[in-house]
Structure formats: C-alpha cells, structure tokens
C-alpha cells in the first residue's frame, strides 16, 4: 500500500523560504508522479506542482503560474523522497499542503490516488 508522509511545514516571514518534503513508500517512486497541492481556510484543494514518474530516467516538472520562478520540485530517488522548495514565499502561499500520488501529473485532485495527511504552511511577520 502506498503511502506518503508530508513534513517541513511551518511559520515563514513573507519573502522567506521553506522546503517541504514527501517520503514515499509502498511501492516504487519511479512509478509515480507526485504532486504537491495546497488548500486555505475556506478554499478548494489546488493543485501547485507536478513531477512526473519516471521517462527513461527523465523527470518533468510542472508548475501553476503563480509558483513558477518561485517554487521547485524535485525528487531524490535513493531516499524516496520527493521535495517542494518554496522561495520568496507570499502570504497567500498559506495553507496545508499535500503531497499525493498518481498514474501522471494532472490538475485535479481527483486524478490523485494516494495522499498524504498534509503540513502546515504559515506566513507571518
């Protein structure tokens, strides 16, 4: 069974930077695309960041534009880990993030199979 573990959340200053990683387990990475998602108070769960599985070694990226130049995703095969570093972080990047599963990078939440139970991401002065 698969199963994901979200950690690295916390309180960052706005313009700071945080990196939030997903350990992986129950099957193999490389089978896998994971994404990253975030939901604020009140708000539906979005999708941020996608990478896919593996392509004969290559991996690709995803990202939604508000994100993009600022956040990277990235995977570390040997330790099953995939991570979501977030730089020059915004107030409104505040929310529970997540990490999931699936088939191949989507949008949806619904295209995601397996989830983690979410970290918490707080932007304050």
């Known amino acids: 069974q698969v199963q994901l573990v979200e950690s690295g959340g916390g309180l960052v200053q706005p313009g700071g930077s945080l990196r939030l990683s997903c350990v992986f387990s129950?099957?193999?990475?490389?089978?896998?695309?994971i994404g990253w998602f975030h939901q604020a108070p009140g708000k539906e769960r979005e999708g941020v960041s996608c990478?896919?599985?593996?392509?004969?070694?290559?991996?690709?990226?995803y990202y939604i534009d508000s994100v993009k130049d600022r956040f990277t995703i990235s995977r570390d095969k040997a330790k099953n880990t995939v991570y979501l570093a977030m730089n020059d972080v915004k107030p409104e990047d505040a929310a529970v993030y997540f990490c999931?599963?699936?088939?191949?990078?989507?949008?949806?939440?619904?295209?995601?199979?397996?989830w983690g139970q979410g970290t918490q991401v707080t932007v304050s002065s």
């Open positions: 999931a599963a699936a088939a191949r990078c989507g949008t949806a939440p619904q295209e995601f199979v397996y």
């Open positions: 129950g099957s193999t990475l490389d089978d896998y695309a």
């Open positions: 990478i896919s599985g593996s392509d004969g070694g290559t991996y690709y990226p």
